[in-house]
T-cell receptor, first 110, second 114 residues
Framework: DAKTTQPTSMDCAEGRAANLPCNHS???????VYWYRQIHSQGPQYIIH???NNETNEMASLIITEDRKSSTLILPHATLRDTAVYYC???????????FGGGTRVLVKP | NAGVTQTPKFRILKIGQSMTLQCTQD?????MYWYRQDPGMGLKLIYY???????DKGEVPNGYNVSRSTTEDFPLRLELAAPSQTSVYFC?????????????FGDGTRLSIL
């Protein structure tokens, strides 16, 4: 079973920030939070991951709460090409598997 | 780098036929995975391998077989195709032991069983 809970869908205006929440209340101390997205049935694309600290890369920012029970993926300036299903996943650094939940279907509108 | 390459991209099978979905990676990754994705759903793990000669079952292994004779290749075999195996199949790889590396995914094989 997936260890994360995400909203089923959300809309975002083009050019605005998209904030995608994820709850992972049962996360253990050695588990990382990973974000992937899947555009139109292509293979999942890695976005970002983190353990405790907030992380930023060229694609997005990841904000993890202090108790690590939830996190938010931020797409700072959403474009139409960011329309996709976004998956939040928890995994041990040495873990073998990713467990995908249903994800959040994000629609970026002009 | 090609990354993870899957062939074929599309295939239609008749019930009872067999086929092998090919997956190869050129990143010298030790771990490889097979997932299936049904319409509107997340990915489910079928089988995975932690190195050449070692394979293990995932969440939904029934009806499938795998082998890992080389580091690069991880084929998935369907022996007796059934309509329930109509799905999109994704192969992925990762280099475990190098920190928190993300999985790399192929573009998928779309399989229909009629």
């Amino acid at each position: 079973d997936a260890k994360t809970t995400q909203p089923t869908s959300m809309d975002c205006a083009e050019g605005r920030a998209a904030n995608l929440p994820c709850n992972h209340s049962t996360i253990s101390g050695n588990e990382y939070v990973y974000w992937y997205r899947q555009i139109h049935s292509q293979g999942p694309q890695y976005i970002i991951h983190g353990l405790k600290n907030n992380e930023t890369n060229e694609m997005a920012s990841l904000i993890i709460t202090e108790d690590r029970k939830s996190s938010t993926l931020i797409l700072p300036h959403a474009t139409l090409r960011d329309t996709a299903v976004y998956y939040c996943i928890v995994r041990e650094a040495a873990g073998n598997k990713l467990t995908f939940g249903g994800g959040t279907r994000v629609l970026v509108k002009p | 780098n090609a990354g993870v390459t899957q062939t074929p991209k599309f295939r239609i099978l008749k019930i009872g036929q067999s086929m092998t979905l090919q997956c190869t990676q050129d990143m010298n990754h030790n771990y490889m995975y097979w997932y299936r994705q049904d319409p509107g759903m997340g990915l489910k793990l079928i089988y995975y391998s932690v190195g050449a000669g070692i394979t293990d079952k995932g969440e939904v292994p029934n009806g499938y077989n795998v082998s890992r004779s080389t580091t690069e290749d991880f084929p998935l075999r369907l022996e007796l195709a059934a309509p329930s195996q109509t799905s999109v199949y994704f192969c992925a790889s990762i280099q475990q032991g190098r920190g928190n590396q993300p999985q790399h995914f192929g573009d998928g094989t779309r399989l229909s069983i009629l």
